[in-house]
């Protein structure tokens, strides 16, 4: 099992992307994705440093608060 993270694309350098996830940036690669298939704003799935696919917004929300859910210890 491999545990992505949804992030929002901020910048962006050919295949390379500055992501953020509540106050946490990164780099990102894009590599993985089709060329031209995310822009700046778009949310993308980040696992080991790549971005793996492109979700939407309500979407990534939605996983967000599934991460959260699962680290809560009272859960």
Known sequence: MCLGI??????????????ESRGI???VSLFLLPTG????GDFVMVHVG???EK???RAAR???A???EMQDPDA
């Not at 949804?6 to 992501?19: E, L, N, V, Y």
């Not at 298939?37 to 700046?40: G, L, Y």
């Open 50 to 52: 790549y971005a793996i």
């Open 55 to 57: 979700v939407d917004p």
């Open 6 to 19: 949804p992030m929002r694309i901020t910048a962006m350098d050919g295949h390379a992307a500055r992501c």
């Open 25 to 27: 940036g990164r780099e």
């Open 62 to 64: 939605e996983r967000r």
């Open 66 to 68: 599934l991460a959260a």
């Open 37 to 40: 298939s995310v822009e700046i």
